[in-house]
């Protein structure tokens, strides 16, 4: 049984002062829940202070990007180690902001991926197609194709530790959602192929669907027999929101 597992995406948002008063506001809706991890995954300057206000709670911290090498010279980036020191547990790689923005390749998320699994960080790992390669009927290749990349390396034993996140580019930010059997479909492709490549462990791994997944649409998301969760963006920076689509 693949324990649920609702993840929150704040992306640039929230100063130490906003993310205090979201949690504050959190933290007692969400109290009593059983049978689901709650992770937020905050900017790198919240991480500290996130993890000290979690404390004693069921929610759990995630970055939102993390640096494939150790240290040195790579201006702006930030190593697992120091995640990790500062208090995040989950880190979200490869996500389509990264990969449409900043240059973000299979690649890097494939390096990422490995650097965190060494590292001793549970990765969140996007994948998702653009609203032009689902109207040619590409979604599944797509996705296929980027799960494998991004687990290239990555041990069966390891494979433990990893979430994958299903997030349609066209859904992200956009209030359209694709639709809970599609999803699921699409879903289920996606650990086929991790089947393919590890056998039946692929049944353990847990597969989230992002995009515009809010407190209205979640239950008949959740209900699919695949999806084991949501990576939740807008929603999860209004407490009574991300609090119904936890409970
Ligand atoms: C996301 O940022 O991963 C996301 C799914 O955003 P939203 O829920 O706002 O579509």
Redesign the pocket.
């Known amino acids: 049984m693949r324990k649920p597992i609702i993840a929150g ?1 704040w ?1 640039m948002n929230n100063t130490k002062a906003e993310a205090e008063e979201l949690l504050t506001a959190l933290k007692p809706l969400v109290k009593d829940v059983k049978g689901v991890d709650i992770v937020v995954c905050v900017p790198f300057t919240d991480i500290e202070k996130v993890k000290k206000l979690v404390k004693g709670s069921k929610i759990r911290v995630g970055a939102q990007n993390v640096s494939w090498a150790d240290k040195g010279a790579f201006t702006g980036e930030i190593s697992a180690a120091m995640l990790i020191e500062a208090g995040a547990e989950y880190v979200v790689i490869g ?1 389509s ?1 990264r990969r449409q923005y900043f240059g973000e390749t299979d690649e890097t998320v494939n390096k990422k991926v490995c650097k965190a699994l060494a590292e001793g960080l549970k990765p969140i790992i ?1 994948v998702g197609e653009k609203l032009s390669e689902k109207q040619m009927g590409i979604t599944e290749e797509i996705v296929c194709l980027q799960t494998k990349a991004a687990l290239h390396g990555v041990s069966r034993t390891q494979l433990d530790e990893v979430v994958i ?1 299903y ?1 349609p580019i066209w ?4 209030g359209m959602t694709a639709t809970p059997e599609d999803a699921n479909q699409t879903i289920r492709a996606i650990r086929n192929a991790i089947r393919d490549a590890y056998g039946d462990v692929a049944q353990n791994i847990r597969i989230l669907y ?5 407190d209205k649409n979640a239950r008949d998301l959740m209900a699919q027999s695949d999806i084991d969760g949501g ?6 920076l209004v407490a009574e929101k991300f609090e119904k689509i936890v409970n």
């Open positions: 995406n992306k996500h902001e996007c996140a997030e859904a992200i930010g956009t992002g995009g515009s997944m809010n990576l939740i963006g807008g929603a999860s």
